[in-house]
């Protein structure tokens, strides 16, 4: 059965340093999300992609913030300059065509810490 | 501003005991309500999707049913392996495609 997958499984990093989460959504799916899960905390959007470009990012999704899919299975969200709060679970989903939009289906997820 | 809240926060259940999970939502319209399942440290596992008042899903164990205002997930003779968060989250009109999400349930199940 197709699946997203998620690389790291695990990232530690300093405060201030990049970090690139990568991701392989469903072979065959159009949209690409990144959503992220504080310990304890609601699961919060910040970026769906469609089209080779952002259709739509929230507030958390600052200037620290990129997405790219490089290639035509790679889906990436870069982190600038980590912060302390930025530390979570950070997921990525995908979806299929317009008609089956609302099924997204996502990764394991990575978990970042920052120190 | 547009709300998903979940209740319980937690639920602890007998091996065939049935009980049910709120999802009450408050948005400025409605374009889907969506029931996850999430296991400890991994995503949210599809369940279900609905989309308007009235329709009801099944699968296996689950069954959820959708108002104006709530969804509820029943859970008819849960077994352990039914243990999990439960998420139930939201797409509204106007937003591409974002979920809005509620905090979940924990519903823990014992033999």
């Known amino acids: 059965e197709p699946e997203v997958t998620q690389t790291p499984s695990h990232q530690v990093t300093q405060m201030g340093q990049e970090v690139i989460l990568r991701c392989v959504p469903i072979?065959?799916?159009?949209?690409f999300y990144w959503y992220r899960q504080i310990l304890g905390q609601k699961v919060e959007f910040l970026v769906s992609?469609?089209?080779?470009?952002?259709?739509?990012k929230s507030e958390i999704f600052d200037d620290q913030f990129s997405v790219e899919r490089p290639d035509g299975s790679n889906f990436t969200l870069k982190i600038r300059s980590t912060k302390l709060e930025d530390s979570a679970m950070y997921f990525c989903?995908?979806?299929?065509?317009?008609?089956?939009?609302?099924?997204?289906?996502f990764g394991p997820g990575t978990r970042l810490t920052v120190l | 501003e547009d709300q998903v809240t979940q209740s319980p926060e937690a639920l602890r259940l007998q091996e065939g005991e049935s009980s049910s999970l709120n999802c009450s939502y408050t948005?400025?319209?409605?374009?889907?309500l969506f029931w996850y399942r999430q296991d400890p440290g991994k995503g949210p596992e599809f369940l279900f999707t609905?989309?308007?008042?009235?329709e009801e899903k099944e699968k296996e164990r689950l069954k959820a049913t959708l108002t104006k205002k709530e969804s509820f997930l029943h859970i008819t003779a849960p077994k352990p392996e039914d243990s999990a968060t439960y998420l139930c989250?939201?797409?509204?009109?106007?937003?591409?495609?974002?979920?809005?999400w509620g905090l979940g349930t924990s519903l823990a199940v014992n033999p």
């Open positions: 989250a939201v797409s509204i009109p106007g937003n591409n495609r974002k979920l809005i």
């Open positions: 948005v400025s319209g409605l374009r889907g």
């Open positions: 609905l989309y308007s008042a009235g």
């Open positions: 072979s065959n799916h159009l949209y």
């Open positions: 992609f469609y089209n080779n470009e952002i259709s739509e």
């Open positions: 989903a995908s979806s299929g065509s317009r008609d089956s939009y609302n099924e997204q289906f």
